[in-house]
């Protein structure tokens, strides 16, 4: 969530953010009408209080004397109703507050290009080339089940549309990027491997921002107010919720595997058919916890990690920095790392790779005590997709078809594809 300190002192700023970001400016307003009557509420109760504090000396003094203390006794009586209703607005005041700040998005850095529409994303860089075959090529549905790697038609059976059931190779496939994408991020990049809990509370996903507006688009159970993890940011950023780190240990760079689900409320009709729109799928996620100042650069880091995934699986992919109205709710800046799907000429999201400044953090209360001393301060938390398997799948099906059907395997995911 946004600083109210930060908001009460640069309105201006943080409107022009949202503006930026395509929400709506006016929310700041009537956040601030309430702070500020809230202060006076505050102030006026205080000055009561403090009026009964002074009458309770006054009352002790009489009393000490044998005057009559019933008349200041009765005066008090209705200094205190009136504390009590003050402090009940307050209160009241508090939870509109709350559930005002919740809903606001996090601003722009000021890096992030202007734009509220997709074609105002900016592509800053392209790895590989798309290719151009000699032969009649396929999609991946067709490659997928003539190989017999995937049948939608079971999972359907079994669950309903949208889900996918890899079968044989193709599940060896699944396999074996998991294991080749955490052992690249935990061996070369520095990352540590988690494996956290599928299922997540309301706080975590509250926390980085999921809830309360995107409720729609994911799992809840429904006997329990547990959500299914719509991508292992969730779980793993709020595994130091409510702690205080070192900033030596900074910054903390977490890997993990997780299935993902999410309903994709509101897509139908949109890429319906194959992998590239499902309500469950695989995931490697990366996350890290750094200071403040290093967090922009951290961010160039993680996309490089994120990058040399789809390099080492030989996939022509582009990386398009966001334009402020395109990025998440959460989001202060963000990377789409894009691979190339030959069979629809389309480039596909297999990554987001977004800073969020203390916008989680706030969230999820995580801070860190500065090495010289001082006030500790919010870490800047950073996430991104190091990537999601279903439509990388879907580039390596098409990137890598060969004449007559099968699959080149790219040379980085050959040992994980031996059988055992």
């Not at 290719?131 to 009649?136: G, I």
């Not at 596909?348 to 800073?355: D, I, K, M, T």
Request: net charge negative.
């Amino acid at each position: 969530m946004l600083d109210l300190k930060f908001v009460r002192e640069h309105p201006d700023e943080v409107k022009a953010g949202l503006s930026r970001k395509g929400a709506r400016p006016g929310i700041i307003d009537e956040l601030l009408q309430l702070d500020h009557d809230r202060r006076s509420i505050l102030q006026e109760a205080d000055a009561l209080k403090a009026a009964r504090n002074e009458a309770n000396d006054e009352i002790s003094k009489a009393k000490r004397s044998g005057e009559s203390v019933d008349a200041i006794i009765a005066n008090m009586r209705m200094v205190s109703q009136n504390i009590a209703e003050l402090d009940a607005k307050v209160v009241d005041i508090d939870n509109k507050l709350a559930s005002i700040v919740i809903i606001i998005p996090n601003v722009p850095d000021e890096s992030t290009p202007d734009g509220v529409v997709p074609a105002s994303n900016r592509v800053v860089r392209r790895w590989g080339e798309p290719r151009k075959f000699s032969f009649p090529s396929k999609n991946h549905i067709d490659l997928a089940e003539s190989l017999g790697w995937i049948s939608f038609n079971r999972a359907s059976k079994i669950t309903g549309s949208g889900f996918a059931m890899f079968e044989n190779t193709g599940a060896r496939l699944v396999r074996a990027l998991i294991n080749f994408m955490l052992d690249l991020h935990t061996r070369k990049h520095g990352y540590m491997e988690v494996w956290p809990p599928a299922l997540v509370n309301r706080a975590s996903m509250t926390g980085t921002g999921q809830l309360p507006l995107m409720e729609e688009d994911m799992y809840c159970l429904r006997d329990d107010d547990y959500f299914l993890v719509p991508t292992a940011e969730v779980p793993v950023s709020n595994i130091h919720r409510d702690e205080v780190l070192k900033e030596e240990d900074l910054p903390i760079k977490y890997v993990a595997y997780t299935p993902c689900f999410r309903r994709e409320a509101g897509s139908y009709g949109k890429d319906t058919r194959g992998l590239s729109r499902v309500h469950q799928f695989d995931k490697v996620e990366l996350v890290k916890f750094v200071r403040p100042d290093t967090a922009l650069d951290e961010l160039e880091s993680l996309v490089k990690d994120a990058e040399e995934v789809l390099q080492l699986l030989e996939i022509p992919y582009r990386v398009t920095l966001l334009c402020a109205g395109d990025l998440s709710f959460a989001g202060a800046k963000c990377y789409d790392l894009e691979a190339y799907a030959p069979a629809a000429d389309r480039w596909l999201e297999v990554s987001s790779c977004s800073a969020f400044s203390d916008f989680q953090a706030r969230r999820m209360n995580i801070k860190f005590k500065p090495t010289g001393g001082g006030k500790v301060q919010y870490v800047h938390t950073l996430n991104g997709s190091g990537v999601a398997l279903a439509r990388t799948i879907i580039c390596l099906l098409e990137n890598h078809q060969q004449a007559d059907g099968s699959i080149r395997i790219p040379k980085a995911l050959e040992p994980y594809m031996v059988s055992t």
